[in-house]
């Protein structure tokens, strides 16, 4: 099937490399022209595992290419899938890029077209995404919407194996023609559910709503076992194996972060609220999130005192969440503003995020070579972010190069025990404290 995905970020890249790699011919689209030279390289503009691997396989087989010239790779698909960004500004989503599509779309059609929203958005705006193109051809088309459930860092096995996929359609031949494209993915019989276009945006919404709440609801618990003497981590584990709760999603830490569930939480706020129906359970999530990275910092604070001018802090993890460059909403940031508004000096290091880093902090902090180079001479190791290379490392080695044996886990992924037998001073979050 020729298909064209316009936008080439997390949600039309993976999709346009998994398309391809089913046998589709794709044409990817962007306005950023440097973006789409490093792409027709073989160079990913997003460090997603396995991603690179797809890219440069479906160029050099000739079933994926990558254009701005959005007219002419439109002739030339049948199926369009939009996965444009919708940024958030305060609780309101900006669609100027998915207007922008519409109308684009709208004056090139020429033929019969089945056009998808691939992008997150309001309920109710692939309703307006089919009335701008309406206005802009006479041409017969049908307008799908197919909400993403991508996870950062297991984007590509969430594509090609996914837990369900959603199509919203008003057409029955138009869905079959989404189900077709999507039949190389669920042949292990995960469900293909077929609704209603404002229910499909709709099941987007509540699902990251959903897990954003339990994240939430166990950083307040957290908070509460550090005032009681529980450990949040036992209290985790028994929660789990109760079957209707599960394991998933229940770790306390510094909050969640990226471009889905804080744009989406916002958006819902927001949505509640012009309609007069108020969701106060994601107004709760949305402040417990916000103040929690906030209450991490100030247990730093509390330890050292609120003037850090003398004191050299170490930041492991910058990116939201591990096996991610991507920094959007990262609780590093707000907690690295922190630490250098009180005056402390900040060196950090991630896997992959440091260039994004650089953008983000400039000269205001170090970058360091690796984790070990980070610790050189410092007062105290912040861990933010759970990346795989910081959960076993040489603590002797670590305490040689601190300043001060002094350990903030974000994360919880230290045991209180060993550390305190090992010499740290060590804090996380919900549980006891070590020293």
């Known amino acids: 099937m020729n298909i064209a995905v316009i936008g080439t970020g997390y949600v039309g890249l993976v999709a346009g490399c998994c398309f391809a790699e089913s046998g589709n011919d794709v044409i990817c689209v962007d306005t950023d022209a440097e973006k789409i030279k490093d792409l027709k390289n073989g160079r990913s503009t997003i460090y997603e595992p396995g991603l690179t691997e797809l890219l440069t396989r479906n160029i050099r087989e000739g079933r994926l290419a990558f254009t701005t010239d959005l ?3 439109v002739k030339k698909s049948f199926v369009i899938f939009v996965a444009v960004g919708t940024p958030q500004h305060g609780g309101e989503t900006d669609l100027t890029a998915v207007r922008a599509v519409a109308t684009a779309i709208g004056k090139t059609m020429d033929r019969f077209k089945v056009v998808v929203m691939k992008s997150t958005v309001p309920v109710g705006t692939t309703e307006e995404l089919a009335d701008t193109i309406r206005a802009g051809t006479d041409q017969p088309f049908d307008v799908i919407s197919n909400p993403e459930f991508l996870k950062e860092g297991a984007a590509v096995e969430d594509f090609m194996k996914p837990d369900r996929v959603v199509i919203g359609a008003e057409d029955e ?12 993915f669920v042949r292990t019989g995960s469900p293909v559910m077929v609704t209603d276009i404002r229910t499909a945006e709709m099941i987007k919404f509540a699902s990251n709503a959903y897990l954003a709440t339990r994240i939430s609801f166990m950083n307040e618990f957290a908070n509460l076992c550090e005032h009681v003497g529980a450990d949040i981590d036992l209290v985790r584990k028994g929660m789990g194996l109760d079957q209707r709760i599960g394991h998933a999603f229940l ?21 509640g609220r012009r309609n007069e129906s108020p969701l106060r359970i994601l107004e709760a999530v949305h402040k417990i999130n916000a103040d929690q990275r906030l209450r991490f910092l100030a247990k730093i604070m509390a330890h050292f005192g609120s003037n850090l001018n003398d004191k050299r802090v170490a930041v492991w993890g910058l990116a939201f969440k591990p096996r991610t460059d991507d920094m959007r909403e990262a609780p590093s940031v707000d907690i690295i503003e922190g630490l250098l508004a009180a005056g402390a000096s900040v060196t950090a290091y991630d896997p992959e995020a440091m260039d994004e880093a650089r953008t983000i902090f400039g000269s205001r902090i170090e970058f360091a070579k690796n984790n070990y180079d980070c610790l050189d001479d410092a007062d105290a190791l912040v861990l933010v972010t759970e990346w795989q290379a910081f959960r076993t490392p040489d603590f002797e080695r670590m305490k040689s190069r601190m300043r001060a044996p002094v350990v903030f886990d974000g994360r919880n992924i230290y045991d209180p025990a060993q550390m305190r037998e090992m010499g740290f001073i060590y804090q996380s979050v919900g549980r006891p404290t070590a020293s």
Request: some cysteine.
């Open 71 to 73: 007219a002419g790779a």
């Open 173 to 184: 031949r138009a869905a079959e023609v989404v189900r077709e494209l999507y039949a190389p």
């Open 251 to 271: 770790f306390s830490g510094v909050g969640y972060g990226g471009s889905c569930f804080p744009k989406d939480v916002e958006t819902l706020i927001a949505t």
